[in-house]
Nanobody, 116 residues
Framework: QVQLVESGGGLVQAGGSLRLSCAVS????????MAWYRQAPGKQRELVAR???????EYLGSVKGRFTIYRDNAKNTVWLQMNSLEPEDTAVYYC??????????WGQGTQVTVSS
């Protein structure tokens, strides 16, 4: 059974930092593109950052320069380093794996709250 387990969310003041982790089942990790999405109350889920198996990255415009996605295939983990956090970053953050470009798996989500 494939699992994605997120951790690292919490409450932080504006300007602070958090690092989210997503531990992924080894059976799929190396051949999966990884991404972080977020969903704020009353809003649609949006892509925050994506990292392909080839190392290509993509970021939501509002997080460029503040967030960094990276992975370690030996640890089957992808991280999202979030710096200079803003109240607008408050959301539930989800980890997503796209296995061989076809099958999609989601984590359970982790809450990030940024106070002003």
């Amino acid at each position: 059974q494939v699992q994605l387990v997120e951790s690292g969310g919490g409450l932080v003041q504006a300007g602070g930092s958090l690092r989210l982790s997503c531990a992924v089942s080894p059976s799929i990790f190396r051949v999966s593109d990884m991404a972080w999405y977020r969903q704020a109350p009353g809003k649609q889920r949006e892509l925050v950052a994506r990292l392909t198996t080839e190392g290509n990255t993509e970021y939501l415009g509002s997080v460029k320069g503040r967030f960094t996605i990276y992975r370690d295939n030996a640890k089957n983990t992808v991280w999202l380093q979030m710096n200079s956090l803003e109240p607008e970053d408050t959301a539930v953050y989800y980890c997503k794996a796209t296995f061989r470009g076809t099958r999609i798996y989601w984590g359970q989500g982790t809450q990030v709250t940024v106070s002003s």
